[in-house]
């Protein structure tokens, strides 16, 4: 049998059967997976996918759906209700650059992905890294998948007070995850405003931030 990495054999992260992903699905009726392609194997998968598919007319259709697998994420907004801020970072992101992003620096709540960790400790661990912070206790917005059009992640939001005690470092990222993130502490009005003038374009802090003026600690209700 041909060694084939991230299948029969361990890829360079020490994974195999990556191309089982999905082959046991039976939730929808509607939806019968033929074969799954391990297309390629970097940090993160991507597969190519083949499925019978029954459209609302009754009629079967072959498909084929490439999807991205970089595994579930979180992420969170810090507030501090008695100073009016928000914790937020700003750090290059090439995929927003060479899609007409002026300079690739997108100002972001602080956010990674699960690893073998729950929801609340991924996020409370990269608080601590990348911004240098231990959050108050954490509520839990909502879940959301971002890009489900090709992306599998779902992305677990959550809110969290604190102030300037919870410092606990000077944040910024790992280095040798080639993390170089600044800390933004902004007033609430400011980081609102520019979700509408275009100076924050990153989807997840924008759902973030409209919640907390619309519903969270800045809505006309909490009393500020």
């Given at each position: 049998m041909t060694s084939r990495p991230g299948i029969n054999a361990p890829d360079h992260r020490g994974r195999t059967g990556l191309d089982q992903a999905g082959r046991g699905l039976d939730r929808n009726p509607d939806v019968v997976i033929r074969d799954v392609e391990l297309?390629?194997?970097?940090?993160?998968?991507?597969?190519?996918?083949t499925?019978?598919?029954r459209r609302r007319d009754g009629h079967w259709e072959t498909q084929q759906r490439e999807t991205y697998d970089r595994g579930n994420g979180a992420v969170v907004?810090?507030?501090?209700?008695?100073?009016?801020?928000?914790?937020?970072?700003?750090?290059?992101?090439?995929?927003?650059?060479?899609?007409?992003?002026?300079?690739?620096?997108?100002?972001?709540?602080?956010?990674?992905?699960?690893?073998?960790?729950?929801?609340?400790?991924?996020?409370?661990?990269?608080?601590?890294?990348?911004?240098?912070?231990?959050?108050?206790?954490?509520?839990?917005?909502?879940?959301?998948y971002m890009s489900p059009g090709s992306v599998t992640e779902r992305l677990h939001f959550f809110a969290a007070p604190y102030t300037p005690a919870d410092r606990t470092g000077t944040g910024g990222g790992l280095e040798e995850d080639g993390e170089d993130i600044e800390v933004l502490e902004l007033p609430f009005t400011d980081a609102f405003s520019m979700t509408r003038d275009g100076r924050i374009t990153d989807g997840k802090t924008i759902l973030l931030l409209q919640w907390a003026a619309l519903d969270g600690p800045f809505a006309p209700a909490s009393g500020r």
């Open positions: 297309t390629s194997q970097g940090w993160h998968v991507l597969r190519r996918t499925f019978d598919y907004l810090p507030y501090d209700t008695g100073r009016g801020c928000v914790l937020l970072t700003r750090q290059f992101r090439y995929p927003a650059y060479v899609n007409d992003h002026p300079d690739g620096m997108l100002i972001e709540a602080a956010a990674g992905l699960l690893d073998t960790d729950d929801p609340p400790d991924a996020i409370r661990r990269e608080s601590v890294e990348e911004l240098g912070v231990s959050l108050g206790p954490l509520t839990h917005i909502l879940d959301a």
